[in-house]
């Protein structure tokens, strides 16, 4: 059985930093896009971004978060990471890592394509 656990998360001042990373056992890692998404108070789960399986790692952003954040994968470790820099008020929400069912599937971009889903970790920006 998959199971995917987050950790990294926290309170932060606006403009700050955070990484978050996402452990995944039950499969291998390299065969298998994994992605992050959000849920704030109030609204529905949103995706935040995506990696590749393979070694070429080919990512995508939503555009909330382009140009701070940072989604990167270690394969060796069977582990995916977000660092999140420049923090805003409104990048707070639970985000979860997420993994499709089938390996070799190129992206994971809306919660529908989501398989597995880690327990969530809590992310505060306070301005």
């Known amino acids: 059985q998959v199971q995917l656990v987050e950790s990294g998360g926290g309170l932060v001042q606006a403009g700050g930093s955070l990484r978050l990373s996402c452990t995944a056992s039950?499969?291998?890692?390299?065969?298998?896009?994994m992605g992050w998404f959000r849920q704030a108070p109030g609204k529905e789960r949103e995706f935040v971004a995506r990696?590749?399986?393979?070694?070429?790692?080919?990512?995508k952003y939503a555009d909330s978060v382009k140009g701070r954040f940072t989604i990167s994968r270690d394969n060796a470790k069977n582990t995916m990471y977000l660092q999140m820099n420049s923090l805003k008020p409104e990048d707070t929400a639970v985000y979860y890592c997420?993994?499709?069912?089938?390996?070799?599937?190129?992206?994971?971009?809306?919660?529908?394509?989501?398989?597995?889903w880690g327990q969530g970790t809590q992310v505060t920006v306070s301005s």
């Open positions: 039950g499969r291998t890692a390299s065969n298998y896009a």
């Open positions: 997420a993994s499709p069912r089938f390996p070799y599937v190129p992206v994971v971009d809306t919660p529908a394509q989501v398989a597995y």
């Open positions: 990696i590749s399986w393979g070694t070429t790692s080919s990512t």
